[in-house]
């Protein structure tokens, strides 16, 4: 990938062909999670919180990317955090990480990333007939949302889950991936995005 030597397979896979400026691009994009992670987690900060608006490739796999995703940013920040700083993390739950994704697109990449791992909770909520449709995988959690979901069923979904999870898991870290909720799309205009909660 880093050559941007890809089989014709796998160029469709990820949805457009590599080139070193999708690679300086993608490193970037995964940099950058890392480094909100690192900011987040040093020692004596002061932040609480950071956010990466150029990340969010939660369909791409450990071996493989996928659905304009070349590498997950997400895993990889997660996976940095697990190795780097374990001991902080883990000395205060057995299930110090929580990913919450609440793209309109299932986290498939995350999903299958983790599946092994009790140390990361995964959660998404997406619509039930959207994107990927032949690799959707298992998250700790899923919640499927139909066509045309209102706000309000959205918005309930979030006050039923996210205090569930976090008094459930007790996590220590966590990732939320939070786009392309919106109202601007119908299952008519763009059957890619369908689901209706305004941003």
């Known amino acids: 990938m880093l050559r941007c030597e890809l089989t014709e397979k796998e160029t469709r896979a990820i949805g457009f062909p590599m080139h070193p400026s999708s ?8 940099g950058g999670t890392v480094a909100a992670t690192r900011d987040v987690l040093a020692p004596n900060t002061a932040h609480r919180c950071a956010a990466q608006i150029a990340g969010g490739t939660h369909h791409a796999f ?14 990889v920040a997660a996976t940095m955090a697990l190795r780097e700083y374990d001991h902080l993390l883990s000395a205060r739950s057995k299930t110090p990480i929580l990913i919450v994704d609440l793209d309109v697109h299932q986290g498939n990449g995350t999903a299958k990333i983790f599946e092994d791992d009790p140390r990361v909770v995964t959660f998404s909520a997406h619509g039930e007939k959207n994107y990927p449709w032949k690799t959707k995988m298992r998250s700790t959690h899923d919640v499927e949302l139909p066509d045309d979901a209102s706000d309000d069923q959205c918005a309930k979904v979030f006050e039923e889950w996210i205090p569930f999870l976090f008094e459930t898991y007790d996590p220590q870290l966590v990732f939320f ?23």
Not at 62 to 75: L, P, S, T
Not at 177 to 199: C, G, L, N, Y
């Open 62 to 75: 450990a071996d493989a990317g996928e659905g304009f995703c070349v590498f997950n940013d997400i895993a």
């Open 177 to 199: 991936q939070v786009r392309s909720f919106s109202s601007h799309w119908s299952p008519h205009d763009d059957p890619v995005r369908a689901v209706h909660a305004d941003p």
């Open 23 to 30: 690679v300086t691009r993608s490193l970037a994009s995964t």
